[in-house]
């Protein structure tokens, strides 16, 4: 409106000034009926913008007689209301559509027209989705009840300063408390705990993470696997009593699960546990907790005589199988029996060739002086 006043007054200043610059105010001749005025134009455009100001004035004294009756109150209010009500439509259908800048101008048209609080909720969310926390968190302020909106404040302040969960894990442990089933604080609180390496807390969400289906079956095990590492080997820096009791503690179906089981198995293999390890490994593989393919993958063979016996018998039944081969030729690389590693990672290199079974075979080879038969080894490794 004011850029449009400024345009009226600039051209009122033209014509003022214009003739009285080139010394002719010229005259303007009106006539109605039988009646004339004569008058110069400058007096017609003083005249003019007199009477638009008066016409304003009394318009205005009229509207706000208007308003302050019973009718006037109800028809400006419901007119109002409707702007405010149509806005709010605006915006949720805009929300709707994936355009949330949109939205978040649709609610705000809406709270000028009408402070409601529900639209300052669809206009804090709106503002989060353009990752626009501290707009997100002030309009929070404008909500009702906003003392009991901390989830949200919370979530916007560690989506928008991720470091600040150090500072808020009193409150991330509470909230977790009250909202347990909250997929998008789960979240939040998993990442800092990965980030502060509070690896009890990350297993204690586990649970919640599967049931809520937060994360794919894939991501859930690597997820326990690391939580489970970290946790045994806290434990085994305390001792191997320790680390022994840690696993005892656990339930008979933790201990089944596999990625608790390699992680284990992992640790057993770090503090030089073999042969815990050998019996942890060799029951896991015969109860079917654990995986041959996976132990190779994350190299937690151990070279211990119940492992052994378990993978000779099987071979006996299955004398093809390329991973029984492969795992049998690891062991026996471990425990540096050359011609039985040789047989076992050749037959299996025939079988199931990998980019891991070469590389064993090459170390057979070279620990047995044949340079040239390692050479090929690790050329075809790099093929794979």
């Known amino acids: ?9 600039l051209l009122i200043a033209g014509l003022f000034i214009g003739p009285l610059w080139d010394g002719n105010t010229g005259y303007m001749l009106i006539a109605v009926g039988n009646y004339t005025v004569e008058t110069s134009l400058v007096a017609a455009i003083i005249i003019l913008v007199l009477a638009v100001i008066v016409l304003r004035v009394v318009l205005g004294f009229i509207m706000r007689i208007i308003r302050g009756t019973s009718w006037g109150l109800k028809w400006f209010g419901e007119r109002r209301t409707t702007k405010a009500r149509n806005a709010l439509t605006d915006g949720a259908r805009a929300l709707v559509n994936g355009d949330s800048h949109a939205a978040s101008s649709a609610f705000n048209r809406s709270w000028q027209l009408r402070h409601d609080g529900t639209v300052a909720l669809f206009a804090s969310y709106a503002a989060a989705r353009n990752e626009d926390y501290s707009q997100a968190r002030e309009w929070l302020q404008h909500a009702p009840q ?18 600040q969960a150090a500072n808020r894990i009193a409150e991330i442990q509470q909230l977790r408390r009250d909202y347990p089933r909250h997929p998008q604080l789960l979240r939040l609180a998993l990442t800092a705990y990965q980030s502060l390496h509070r690896w009890d807390d990350v297993i204690a969400c586990l649970a919640d993470a599967a049931r809520l289906q937060l994360l794919n079956e894939t991501e859930i095990s690597e997820l326990t696997e690391k939580a489970y590492r970290e946790h045994f080997l806290a434990a085994g820096r305390e001792g191997q009593a320790s680390l022994a009791t840690k696993w005892r503690n656990l339930s008979r179906d933790s201990r089944r699960k596999a990625a608790i089981r390699r992680a284990y198995l992992a640790v057993l293999k770090i503090y030089q546990q073999q042969d815990v390890a050998d019996k942890i490994a060799a029951r896991g593989l ?69 980019r891991r079974v070469w590389l064993d075979l090459a170390h057979v080879y070279a620990a047995q002086g044949n340079s040239q038969a390692a050479l090929e080894a690790y050329e075809k490794a790099l093929r794979d």
């Open 146 to 163: 906003p003392s009991e909106l901390a989830l949200a404040e919370t979530l916007f302040t560690l989506q928008q300063e991720p470091e």
């Open 1 to 9: 409106m004011k850029y449009a006043w400024i345009i009226v007054l």
């Open 286 to 354: 015969k109860r079917g907790d654990l995986k041959l393919a996976h132990l190779l993958e994350k190299q937690l063979l151990v070279a211990g005589p119940e492992l052994r016996n378990y993978l000779q018998d099987q071979l006996k039944k299955q004398s093809e199988n390329g991973l029984l081969l492969q795992a049998m030729g690891q062991i026996a690389l471990m425990t540096k029996e050359w011609s039985l590693a040789e047989r076992a990672l050749r037959r299996s290199a025939e079988l199931v060739p990998s």
